[in-house]
């Protein structure tokens, strides 16, 4: 499509590798859409193809904390008005079903008609570091629990006597007390195996431990003001 005079509305499809592009004029008019890769050369050319439609006034991005985050972070910086836009509704999706085009459009015009007016979070500073540093402890926490919660199976149905020692202590201390285990060679010896597969879940519980305190550190100096700031 040429270059129409007066404004237009963005709106963008946004996925793991692509992100489709739609334009809308503004009396809702479909005038193009096109895809582009998820790469800083192709969020460079959809902005291009976006502002050569004609006078770009807002884009209307889905996903603007998940798919299309970094999209939106370019545009914002570029000086184009972001609108953060939901999926279409199902209602839409069940008469016309799923494409990008689709898709693309109808967030061009959630974001013309208002019905999406919300601002993208901006992903940037300190917020944004402080989330992705939380981001590696949650997951290290959830990774230890599974290494607990394993090694507590493997007891259930290890030897009765090596459960009975084990049995009463908590959580911290059973995890030490099987790191301790000396199991011996003979891997083919169903309560040796019991005990190695014991001693390395424990080693991976502490290892996962050291992980957790570091990244709270991590979290902790993010949340000071920089030196550079009190100056």
């Known amino acids: 499509m040429t270059n129409i005079e007066g404004p237009v509305t963005g709106g963008v499809d946004t996925h793991g590798q692509t992100h489709h592009a739609g334009v809308i004029d503004q009396v809702g008019r479909q005038l193009a859409d096109s895809e582009f890769p998820t790469t800083p050369a192709g969020y460079r050319a959809l902005l291009a193809w976006l502002r050569g439609q004609g006078q770009l006034e807002r884009v209307g991005v889905e996903g603007t904390g998940a798919y299309g985050a970094a999209l939106a972070r370019y ?3 570029q000086g184009v008005v972001i609108v953060e836009v939901d999926r279409p509704d199902r209602k839409t999706r069940r008469v016309k079903g799923k494409s990008d085009p689709i898709d693309a459009y109808a967030a061009a015009r959630a974001a013309l008609s208002g019905t999406a007016s919300g601002s993208p979070k901006t992903r940037d500073g300190r917020v944004e570091a402080i989330r992705a540093l939380r981001l590696v ?11 607990v919660n394993q090694l507590k199976s ?3 149905t290890g030897s009765a006597d090596l459960r009975e ?4 202590l908590g959580p ?3 995890v030490e007390a099987c790191a ?5 060679a003979d891997l083919t010896d169903p309560a040796i195996a019991a005990k190695t597969a014991l001693r390395r879940l424990a080693a991976r519980s502490r290892a996962l431990g050291a992980e957790i305190a570091e990244a709270a550190n991590l979290t902790r100096s993010s949340r000071r003001p920089h030196p550079a700031w009190s100056r």
């Open 154 to 156: 493997l007891l259930v």
């Open 165 to 168: 020692q084990l049995r009463p």
């Open 75 to 77: 545009l914002r910086g």
């Open 137 to 147: 402890r949650r997951s290290a926490v959830k990774a230890r629990t599974q290494a």
């Open 180 to 184: 301790r285990l000396r199991p011996g």
């Open 172 to 174: 911290a201390a059973l």
